[in-house]
């Protein structure tokens, strides 16, 4: 009665647990944010296979992690490729 959950569920992997905190960070913060979906994309990827190889828990972490990183990522990417059409587009029609 006395175990701890962490006890009972097992080790809850490092590199879930960062690629979570990536994940969300990448959506919040404004210039940062592409670097950071990135680190978290690859950390959740790690994770995934170091949680089947070692029967680790965090699964839902690094899943969570990755969805937030990769749609952080896709996110910023879109905003860079319509920066650069922008400026591309009024260098064009300078006067």
Known sequence: ???????VKGKVNGKAVASLVLGIVSL????VG???G?????????????????????RGLAVGGLVCSIIAT?????M???FIAAVGW??????
Do not use: D, Q, W
């Open 1 to 7: 009665m006395g175990e701890s959950v962490e006890a």
């Open 28 to 31: 919040i913060l404004p210039y």
């Open 34 to 36: 592409l670097v950071t």
């Open 38 to 58: 990135i680190v978290g994309i690859v950390l959740a990827k790690l994770a995934f296979k170091e949680i089947s190889e070692n029967s680790e828990s965090g």
């Open 74 to 78: 896709v996110l910023y990417a879109i």
């Open 80 to 82: 860079v490729l319509l």
């Open 90 to 95: 009024f260098t064009v029609f300078e006067v």
